[in-house]
């Protein structure tokens, strides 16, 4: 089955403690993204990534970290958390960002909290 | 990047009864995509209608894209219950990087 994946799913953690919250797609995909939603924000676009070993700030990268060593796993690296990255993130995948071909697949979410 | 902007933040409705969401942007685009999300869950594609398009239809949705305007609309006729959800409006940019950008949604309850 077609599917970008999340985990862990649910994360409580405390101020400082580095996480990583890894997210992988079978559909070998070309560009990844983070984003974060927050009440009334909306989605933000955290950081992407247009193929391997290639990524881009998004619209609130500040205290997050990404790679991409492997073309299906794009993980999102808080190296030292604070409570104002409590949010639920969404890992999202499309073939390319040509326009004909960016449909986003999201996963599940990662509802994260930081005391 | 630019955002697109829904309309009405908040749509309440009873079962039976269409449904109809605004979206609205600011420069011009190649594509613009709609999504659902039901509470707490992940994005699900519905429709993409490109630019040089006016009307997209699927299942019981329609969708509709003004370019002079600047706007799209999505219509769900005939709602159910299971339609109660977050519809979001994701834009492109055709001066940018094509990276879509979503607004900050429609929350719509479909009342049984």
């Known amino acids: 089955e077609a599917q970008v994946t999340q985990n862990p799913r649910y994360l409580i953690t405390v101020t400082g403690k580095k996480l990583t919250v890894t997210c992988s797609q079978n559909m070998n995909h070309e560009y990844m993204s983070w984003y974060r939603q927050d009440p009334g924000l909306g989605l933000r676009q955290i950081y992407y990534?247009?193929?391997?070993?290639?990524?881009d700030k998004g619209d609130v990268p500040e205290g997050y970290k990404v790679s991409r060593k492997e073309k299906r796993n794009f993980p999102l690296i808080l190296e030292s958390p604070s409570p104002n990255q409590t949010s639920l993130y969404f890992c999202?995948?499309?073939?390319?960002?040509?326009?004909?071909?960016?449909?986003?697949?999201f996963g599940p979410g990662t509802r994260l909290t930081v005391l | 990047s630019q955002q697109g902007e829904e309309d009405p933040q908040a749509l309440s409705i009873q079962e039976g009864e269409n449904a109809t969401m605004n979206c609205s942007y600011k420069?011009?685009?190649?594509?613009l995509q709609w999504y659902r999300q039901n509470s707490g869950r992940g994005l699900v594609h519905l429709i993409l209608i490109r630019s040089n398009e006016r009307e997209k239809h699927s299942g019981r949705l329609r969708v509709t894209l003004d370019t002079s305007k600047k706007s799209s609309s999505l219509l769900i006729t005939a709602s159910r219950a299971a339609d109660t959800a977050s519809y979001f409006c994701?834009?492109?940019?055709?001066?940018?990087?094509?990276?879509?950008?979503f607004g900050r949604g429609t929350s719509l309850i479909v009342h049984p």
């Open positions: 420069t011009s685009i190649n594509n």
């Open positions: 990534s247009m193929n391997v070993e290639v990524t």
């Open positions: 999202a995948s499309s073939f390319s960002l040509s326009p004909a071909y960016n449909e986003q697949f």
């Open positions: 994701a834009t492109d940019d055709t001066g940018g990087s094509y990276i879509p950008t």
